[in-house]
C-alpha cells in the first residue's frame, strides 16, 4: 500500500507531461480509471500510516513533517478527482503538480525514518555523494582497514561494526523502537523500555544477546525475521565484548582476548590475500596429441579424467625406476591440465618437485617410495588446490610437515613408514583445524535438529504413535553369525526377510547383492533354492 500511491500518482504525472506533445497527445486517456484507483489508495496509505506511526520509536520532529506532507500529498490527489470529474483540467494538473511535490518531500522524509538520515548519500558511489553534498559513512572499523586493531578500543571493533550493520535501522537517531538506541556506547548503555540492553561481564544475561538467540519465528528475535541476520562470529564477537566488562575505551590487547577472538578478529580486519595461483587447463584437443605421444615415448598412462573436461590424470607409476626428474620436466607442456598426478615408485627426488610446483592445479599427488625429503616439500607450497598427498615409504620428517601447513585445499596426507613423530602429526591436525568452525556448525545442525523435533507429532494412546517412518528392517534375532555374501561379522542392523527368516550382513552392498539374486548365497545358509 504505501508504494502503489506513489507508483500511480507519478504515472499520472509523466502522462500528463507526454500529452503536451502533439505525438503523445491520447497518452493520458485512461487518467480516470487511474485516477480512480489512486485517490482511495492515497487515503489509505495516509491512514495507514498513521497507524504505524502510532506503535512509537520514531524522531518525533521528523515524523511530524512526514505526516504533514504524507497528508497534504493525499488531500491533492483527492482535490485532484474532484477536479478531473469535474472537466476543470487545468486545476487538476496544478493539484496533481502540487501532490508530487509533497509526494516527493513525504517520500525523502519516510526513507530517513527508517534508513536514517543519510540514506541517500551513504552508499552512493562517490560522484554522486560528493554532487549531493554527502560523506562516506563514519565506520567504526572498516573490515581490513585496521593495520593494528589490538590498539584500537574492543568496543569499535567487535561490537559496533555488528550493532550499525544490522540494529541502528530500527535502533538509531531517527527510529528509536523501544526507546532503545544503539547507535552509540552511552545510548547502549542506557538502555530502552525493557531495561539495559546488556549486563557488563555477563553475555548470557545481557537482553541483547537474549534476543539474537531467540529462534527467527519468535516475535522477540532480533533483528526481526526477514531482514539481515548477524553471523556467528559477529555474536561471538559482541558476546565477548560485554564479557570482558562492556568497556567504552579499553582496547583490545588490555582485554587479553582468547585465541580463537584474535582469531576472528585478525581475519576481520587483516588485508585480502591474493588469490591461489591457478592457471586455466588448455583444450583437450590441444593436450591429447602430446600426452599420447608422451606416454608412449615414457611408457606412461595418461588420460583424460572425463569425457566431458579437460583434466588429465597421468600415472608414472608403471614405469618404475625408468622415470626421474628428467622424465618428469618432459610434462611441462601438460601442467596446466594435470589434476592426478602418480608418481609412487619412481626414481623423482627434490628437484623433480620443482617441476611439480607448476602444475597448480594438481588435486591429487603420489610420492610414495620416492626420494623426496623435508626441503622438497617446500615445493609443493604452490599447489592451493591439492587435497590428497601420499608419502608413504619416504624419508619426509617432522620439518617436513611445516612446509604443508599452508596448502588451503589439503584433507588427506598418508604418512605411513616416514620420520614423522605422532606428536609433530597431531600438531599438524590440530593446526590445520578450524575448531571455531565445527563448533559453529555444530551449533547450527543442533538448531536444526531442534526444530526438526518440533515439527514432530506424538499421540499417546496408551502406547506412542509417532509420524516416523515404520522399520524397514524385519523384526527377529537374525539365523547367520557371518555375511554369506563376503563371509564377514554380520551389522545387525543390515538385515532382510527371506522365507521367514531373518538374515544379516556385513554392509548395504552385501545386503543388496543377495536381494538381487539370493540363489548364489543360500547354500552359505543352509538353506534350500526356491522350487521353479
Given at each position: 500500500m504505501l508504494h502503489l500511491p506513489i507508483g500511480l500518482i507519478l504515472l499520472l504525472?509523466?502522462?500528463?507531461?507526454?500529452?503536451?506533445?502533439?505525438?503523445?497527445?491520447k497518452v493520458n486517456a485512461n487518467a480516470g480509471l487511474i485516477l480512480t484507483i489512486t485517490v482511495p489508495a492515497a487515503?489509505?496509505?495516509?491512514?495507514?500510516?498513521?497507524?504505524?506511526?502510532?506503535?512509537?520509536?520514531?524522531?518525533?520532529?521528523?515524523?511530524?513533517?512526514?505526516?504533514?506532507?504524507?497528508?497534504?500529498?493525499?488531500?491533492a490527489c483527492f482535490l485532484g478527482g474532484i477536479f478531473f470529474a469535474f472537466g476543470l483540467r487545468k486545476l487538476y494538473r496544478v493539484a496533481l503538480a502540487v501532490s508530487v511535490l509533497a509526494l516527493t518531500v513525504a517520500s525523502h522524509l519516510g526513507g530517513s525514518l527508517t534508513h536514517g538520515s543519510t540514506y541517500l548519500t551513504q552508499y552512493a558511489p562517490q560522484p554522486f555523494r560528493n554532487w549531493l553534498g554527502g560523506s562516506a559513512p563514519a565506520a567504526p572499523a572498516a573490515e581490513g582497514s585496521l593495520t593494528d586493531w589490538k590498539a584500537a578500543p574492543a568496543f569499535q571493533v567487535a561490537a559496533k561494526p555488528m550493532l550499525d550493520k544490522y540494529c541502528i535501522g530500527c535502533h538509531g537517531p531517527e527510529k528509536k523502537k523501544a526507546s532503545l538506541?544503539?547507535?552509540?556506547?552511552?545510548?547502549?548503555?542506557?538502555?530502552?523500555?525493557?531495561?539495559?540492553?546488556?549486563?557488563?561481564?555477563?553475555?548470557?544475561?545481557?537482553?541483547?544477546?537474549?534476543?539474537?538467540?531467540?529462534?527467527?519465528?519468535?516475535?522477540?528475535?532480533?533483528?526481526p525475521d526477514g531482514k539481515p541476520q548477524p553471523t556467528a562470529d559477529d555474536i561471538a564477537l559482541l558476546e565477548w565484548w560485554i564479557n570482558s566488562g562492556a568497556d567504552s575505551g579499553k582496547t583490545v590487547a588490555a582485554l587479553q582476548p582468547a585465541a580463537n577472538i584474535e582469531k576472528l578478529l585478525g581475519a576481520r580486519f587483516a588485508k585480502a590475500k591474493p588469490a591461489a595461483p591457478q592457471a586455466a587447463p588448455q583444450p583437450i584437443e590441444a593436450v591429447l596429441p602430446i600426452a599420447e605421444k608422451l606416454s608412449s615415448e615414457l611408457n606412461i598412462a595418461i588420460r583424460p579424467l572425463s569425457e566431458h573436461e579437460a583434466w588429465l590424470q597421468c600415472n608414472a607409476g608403471i614405469a618404475g625406476a625408468a622415470f626421474g626428474d628428467e622424465q618428469l620436466a618432459r610434462?611441462?607442456?601438460?601442467?596446466?591440465?594435470?589434476?592426478?598426478?602418480?608418481?609412487?615408485?619412481?626414481?623423482?627426488?627434490?628437484?623433480?618437485?620443482?617441476?611439480?610446483?607448476?602444475?597448480?592445479?594438481?588435486?591429487?599427488?603420489?610420492?610414495?617410495?620416492?626420494?623426496?625429503?623435508?626441503?622438497?616439500?617446500?615445493?609443493?607450497?604452490?599447489?592451493?588446490?591439492?587435497?590428497?598427498?601420499?608419502?608413504?615409504g619416504t624419508s619426509v620428517g617432522d620439518d617436513g610437515l611445516e612446509h604443508l601447513k599452508s596448502l588451503p585445499g589439503l584433507?588427506?596426507?598418508?604418512?605411513?613408514?616416514?620420520?614423522?613423530?605422532?606428536?609433530?602429526?597431531?600438531a599438524f591436525v590440530e593446526a590445520r583445524t578450524d575448531k571455531d568452525q565445527i563448533r559453529a556448525w555444530e551449533q547450527e545442525i543442533e538448531a536444526l535438529a531442534a526444530r526438526i523435533r518440533n515439527q514432530k507429532m506424538q499421540v499417546?494412546?496408551?502406547?506412542?504413535?509417532?509420524?516416523?517412518?515404520?522399520?524397514?528392517?524385519?523384526?527377529?534375532?537374525?539365523?547367520?553369525?557371518?555375511?554369506?555374501?563376503?563371509?564377514?561379522?554380520?551389522?545387525?542392523?543390515?538385515?532382510?526377510?527371506?522365507?521367514g527368516k531373518v538374515i544379516a550382513f556385513c554392509c548395504d552392498d552385501c545386503k543388496a547383492k543377495f536381494q538381487a539374486d539370493p540363489k548364489p548365497w543360500l547354500a552359505k545358509l543352509g538353506l534350500a533354492a526356491p522350487k521353479r
Open positions: 504525472a509523466i502522462l500528463e507531461t507526454l500529452s503536451f506533445w502533439p505525438r503523445f497527445k487515503a489509505l496509505t495516509a491512514l495507514l500510516g498513521w497507524m504505524l506511526s502510532q506503535s512509537g520509536g520514531y524522531e518525533k520532529e521528523l515524523l511530524d513533517l512526514h505526516f504533514r506532507t504524507g497528508m497534504v500529498t493525499a488531500i538506541r544503539l547507535d552509540t556506547f552511552d545510548a547502549l548503555h542506557k538502555g530502552g523500555e525493557s531495561g539495559p540492553a546488556f549486563v557488563a561481564g555477563n553475555a548470557a544475561q545481557s537482553l541483547l544477546i537474549k534476543r539474537l538467540h531467540l529462534p527467527s519465528a519468535q516475535d522477540e528475535h532480533m533483528p610434462l611441462a607442456p601438460l601442467q596446466s591440465n594435470l589434476r592426478w598426478l602418480d608418481l609412487a615408485g619412481t626414481k623423482v627426488t627434490d628437484a623433480g618437485l620443482a617441476q611439480v610446483a607448476g602444475m597448480v592445479n594438481l588435486e591429487r599427488l603420489h610420492l610414495e617410495r620416492t626420494g623426496v625429503t623435508d626441503a622438497g616439500l617446500a615445493d609443493l607450497q604452490s599447489l592451493a588446490q591439492l587435497e590428497y598427498l601420499n608419502l608413504y584433507r588427506k596426507v598418508f604418512l605411513w613408514q616416514t620420520s614423522v613423530t605422532p606428536a609433530a602429526a597431531k499417546d494412546l496408551g502406547i506412542p504413535v509417532t509420524n516416523a517412518p515404520a522399520a524397514s528392517a524385519p523384526v527377529g534375532a537374525a539365523m547367520n553369525t557371518t555375511c554369506p555374501v563376503s563371509g564377514k561379522p554380520i551389522d545387525a542392523e543390515k538385515t532382510v526377510s527371506y522365507e
